[in-house]
């Protein structure tokens, strides 16, 4: 028997070889010729919990075009009632590690670049292309490398960060070797690499921890600041055009029902039979 294939099964067909059965999800391998271009997210608190765990392909936003990703992210801080949050964030890292950083404060991610760095940076004219140790990077994560590092230095620049492009390019480029292997292991078609803070103390954002929030939000990561205390952080520093804030009120829990004791049982109960001697003259049984 002859057959004819009409247009929309040949076109199913091919859409299928491209994007793969299952679910149809992007192949991983399709996307690695194409830049990204992370685009915030600006949401309410409520639709940023339900996007931050979930796969980057189904955020609202998402496209791939000819050469390009929009790809969408989270940043924002979170003041208040953070203890669910938090005890998520725990267990993503738990599940995630190579692709999740998760701090108790801002010390690890503020520490200034060494004057051994800073030397680095000039010497290399601060292209990840002349970095003998990012080897390990696909020429294309290079590419995406320097591209956040030139939105960075803009975006510090708009913060009025008071560091100097070598300063800022050191930053990103070395002491940064966390962020730089979560950015190498992730896959765009699988969920943002993530970085969490969890500021629990008064301690002052710095200009470095800046840099790098900034950095990572550049490269595409969500990252989550989160305190209980509602401590200024982030705040203080980075311009609220590039991150949102929310606050959380804690949930009132309903009152419980006072129980039946065994004592109150008994007090009801002796209650019923004075009334009843005194109304209908029954006997005491004492």
Not at 99 to 120: C, D, E, K, V, W
Not at 150 to 171: H, P
Request: charged share 20%.
């Amino acid at each position: 028997m002859r057959k004819f294939q009409t247009a929309a099964h040949s076109a199913d067909d091919q859409l299928t070889e491209l994007l793969g059965v299952e679910g149809r999800l992007y192949k991983e391998d399709i996307l690695n010729d194409h830049q990204i271009v992370p685009i915030r997210l600006v949401t309410t608190y409520e639709e940023a919990m339900l996007l931050l765990f979930e796969k980057s392909i189904v955020r609202p936003g998402f496209k791939i075009n000819d050469k390009s990703i929009d790809y969408p992210c989270l940043f924002f801080k979170v003041n208040g009632a953070v203890d669910d949050l938090v005890n998520k964030a725990h267990a993503w890292r738990a599940a995630n590690t190579k692709t999740t950083l998760l701090y108790s404060n801002f010390h690890m991610i503020g520490r200034a670049p060494q004057p051994t760095a800073l030397q680095s940076a000039e010497q290399t004219a601060s292209d990840a292309n002349n970095i003998a140790a990012l080897s390990y990077l696909s020429q294309f994560k290079k590419e995406q490398l320097n591209i956040a590092i030139q939105n960075t230095l803009e975006w510090a620049k708009d913060c009025k960060i008071d560091l100097s492009e070598t300063e800022i390019y050191a930053t990103c480029l070395y002491q940064s070797d966390v962020i730089l292997d979560a950015f190498h292991n992730v896959n765009p078609a699988a969920s943002n690499a993530k970085c969490f803070i969890n500021s629990t103390q008064k301690n002052e954002i710095n200009y470095y921890a800046a840099v790098r929030l900034l950095f990572m939000h550049a490269l595409g990561f969500d990252v989550v600041v989160i305190s209980k205390n509602s401590y200024a952080s982030i705040e203080n520093i980075i311009l609220d055009k590039y991150f949102d804030l929310h606050t959380l009120a804690a949930v009132e829990q309903s009152p419980k029902p006072i129980g039946c004791s065994p004592l109150l049982i008994a007090l009801a109960i002796a209650g019923i039979i004075i009334m009843g001697y005194f109304m209908f003259g029954i006997r005491l049984p004492f």
